[in-house]
């Protein structure tokens, strides 16, 4: 195998990591022009390997997938936080989960949760009136909580529990913003931003426990599934009063609990996982989308006519967001120039070659969505915001992975058909009735477990 990949120089002791700290986004771009498909640096206790070329991404999330694993990076915060759910766990341990989470996110049984979506962004709608300025980040989070505690738990979650979730996810999201310092200190350390995070966790967690306290008992009642009918698995034989049962998310993990097949904790992690996981990526896509629909009115005023064909009729469903060909194109633009998670881990299980290079057991393996999905290489004029970029003649002249906002491969997002159906019915509803009009500053960014603004992003509601 060959030699060390290229890379920049590191400092002392921190290695690359306070440039990294500083701007993670301008310092992987400056990598990625300077030193080619596998840049070796520096970020801490580890060497850190980043793949820019799709096919070795490709290689790496699919067709080598079963090689590597999910890292460590040399600090159990987020194991902390997400325990063995479904985005940390490995091996058995997730091949069980994963098989006991698919009916939930079935293709059925998300088209049927169309109705409950509507009905909660109706319900948040309300409180907007002509004029408002309101902070669009904020709205949409608080929305999709509400929306992915129904859809996925079965329960409705009051004003004071969302702001509960929303206030407590700032020193989490804190904790996981690069610090060249923090492998220093230890997690027991008492420092300020420790204990925030450990009751940022605790309260979380308090909530998570509430919520599972509240549905036991009803995990083989029908009538708690939000997508109704089509949510609803036969058990039994017709006659049977426990033929039919619920397939959200909570019902399910709550039955195999009674089988024997999950622990209190295992419940514990999967909720906090899909409760975090299943609500910030799909705001974040949403409030960059609406940040862009605002500098681009040409590219608004067809989101807008899609969203009046389809409401046309009445509240829209998942047959009318199929129709939405340019709002989906207008969704992929967005999550290219703004993926929420706008980096991956990986962790080789042995030595691999990737791109020539050798690549050691246990390195972490950075691949990037924000370099790649912006890269010259794989798209013409990519600072440029081209919802056209996505017809079929353009997207198939590009590698597969140009493109993965979602993952790919076996540990790709389960929640993907949820969150971008999700999406675009909160698309439809809003761009029906309102014009969003941006009046924060030049947007800026950070960097944590994803990909957010640094700032709050105001707009100002005005009725169409």
Known sequence: MSATPPGPIGDPVFGNARRYADDPFTFMRACADSYGDVIRFDLGPRETYMLTNPSDVERVLVADANRYRKPSLGDDAIRTLLGDGLLLSEGETWRRQRTLANPAFHTGRIGALAGPMVDHTDEHLSGWADG????????????????????????????????????????????????????????????????????????????????????????????IDPAGADGVAVAGPPGDPDAAVPMDLLSVLLRAYDRGEQTDANLRDELVTMLLAGHDTTALALTYTFYLLSRHPAARERVEREADAAVADGRPDAADVRGMAYTDRVLNEAMRLYPPVYTMFREPKLDVKLGGYRIPEGAALMLPQWVIHRSPRWYDDPEAFDPDRWLPARRSARPRFAFFPFGGGPRHCIGKAFSLMEAKLILARVCSTYRLAYEGPELSLRGSLTMHPNHPVPMRVRER
């Open 132 to 223: 408002d300025v309101v902070d669009v980040q904020l709205e949409t989070a608080r929305l999709t909580v509400r929306i992915i505690a129904h859809a996925m738990f079965g329960t409705t979650i009051d004003d004071a529990t969302v702001r509960t979730v929303q206030e407590h996810l700032e020193p989490l999201g804190a904790r996981f913003e690069p610090d060249p310092r923090r492998f220093l200190i230890p997690n027991w350390v008492p420092t300020r931003e420790n204990r925030a995070f450990d009751d940022a966790i605790d309260t979380l967690e308090a909530v998570v426990d509430g919520i599972v306290a509240d549905r036991r008992g009803t995990e083989r009642d029908p009538s």
